[in-house]
Every structure is written in C-alpha cells, then in structure tokens.
T-cell receptor
Framework: GAGVSQSPSNKVTEKGKDVELRCDPI?????LYWYRQRLGQGLEFLIY????????KSGLPSDRFSAERTGESVSTLTIQRTQQEDSAVYLC?????????????FGEGSWLTVV | AQSVSQHNHHVILSEAASLELGCNYS??????LFWYVQYPGQHLQLLLK??????LVKGIKGFEAEFIKSKFSFNLRKPSVQWSDTAEYFC????????????FGAGTRLAVHP
C-alpha cells in the first residue's frame, strides 16, 4: 500500500480483556516499529523488528505486551489482561533498513481505550 | 540510555512571530537527530533530519534546525510562523550504531493565532 496501515483505528475494551492491534508496513520496508503515545505525552518506544534478526523488545512495559511479525510484512501487537493505564494511541512505523536511519513512516495509529 | 528533553510543552504565538523550540538530548556518542511534526488529525511526518555535515539543517515549510554538539542541542526554528503551523512537534534522537531505534521527546504543542 501507499502508507503504513493500522487496524483497528479505534478500540474500546473492558479491563482484563486481551486486544490485538495490527500493522501493515509499507511494501519493501524491512524495519518495523511500535510506539505508544499516552495522552499529553511523547512517543514511547515499545519494540523494533528488523528482517530476520531478533526483535529489540527493550521498550515493552510488561510481560502483558507482546508482538510478532510474519516475515517482513504484517505485525501484531497483543496486550493481555488490559489495564486502564494501557489506554493510549499505539503507533506503528516502518522504514527501509540499514545501519543509517532511513526516514521512518508512521501509520495513523490505533486508539485504545480501556474502560 | 538515551533521552530527549523538549523544554516547552505548549507554545502560543501570533502569525508572523518567530519560533524556536528547544531540544536537548543525553548521549555521549554520535547521534542522528530528527524533528517530526503531527498536524491535527494527521499522522507523524518527518520535518527535517541531521546525520552529518553542515549543522544547520533546512527542512520543509521554511523550518530549520541547528545541531550544537557542545550543548547537546538541536533546536527547531522558523522566522515567521503561519496559522497552518499549528501542530505538535517532536524531537527524536538515534544513537549511531544503535540500530534504528528512535527515542522521542515529549513533544511541544504549538498554537498559532491569526
């Protein structure tokens, strides 16, 4: 597609439920990132995938958070047993990957509200 | 660990006023530096970036930023803002050799009044 696509765009879930957020990166982009943006705050790095390398999971806030990526395409961010503090916009981004940072393209985000 | 500090959380200006948004980072090594902008209802877009060379970087829409290594700063400037510049601005840093992980500041919300 032309840009990074995320779904759902909005999700309201009850506390304790699991949610899955999906990201389709730009075709040909081997690097994929997940960020979280809480209301009034900056972007918080969550996880980074680069090709077949082991992902950088250093930003995942707890073991309730996990992410997978199928090859160099779709990624899914899963939040188990959601809590109210998980309410945020979850942003996915992708880039052509090498050691020098290429322009990172962001999706429009998935707005998660935990009630 | 890298971190980015943006000094102003909210800035309000009148059209034609000059703009400077502060950004400082903490990392002792070589860095790549970025400013991203998020217009209301839109996704994040790259405004400008610094990798090496001339520390004064020109970006889109008349924005520029100056990398001052001794001050660990990368302030964003525009001589004359327009109403359409109303947006949230994020500074970000990447440690060279640290893969592509970008660390963002908390953002500065700019409101420009006509």
């Amino acid at each position: 597609g032309a840009g990074v696509s995320q779904s759902p765009s909005n999700k309201v879930t009850e506390k304790g439920k699991d949610v899955e957020l999906r990201c389709d990166p730009i075709s040909g982009h081997t690097a994929l990132y997940w960020y979280r943006q809480r209301l009034g705050q900056g972007l918080e790095f969550l996880i980074y995938f680069q090709g077949n390398s082991a992902p950088d999971k250093s930003g995942l806030p707890s073991d309730r958070f996990s992410a997978e990526r199928t090859g160099e395409s779709v990624s899914t961010l899963t939040i188990q047993r959601t809590q109210q503090e998980d309410s945020a916009v979850y942003l996915c981004a992708s880039s052509l990957a090498n050691r020098v940072v290429d322009t990172i393209y962001f999706g429009e985000g998935s707005w998660l509200t935990v009630v | 660990a890298q971190s980015v500090s943006q000094h102003n959380h909210h800035v309000i200006l009148s059209e034609a006023a000059s703009l400077e948004l502060g950004c400082n980072y903490s990392y002792g090594g070589t860095v790549n530096l970025f400013w991203y902008v998020q217009y209301p209802g839109q996704h994040l877009q790259l405004l400008l970036k610094y990798f090496s060379g001339d520390p004064l970087v020109k970006g889109i829409k008349g924005f520029e930023a100056e990398f001052i290594k001794s001050k660990f700063s990368f302030n964003l400037r525009k001589p004359s803002v327009q109403w359409s510049d109303t947006a949230e601005y994020f500074c970000a840093v990447n440690a060279v050799g640290g893969y592509n992980k970008l660390i963002f500041g908390a953002g500065t919300r700019l409101a420009v009044h006509p």
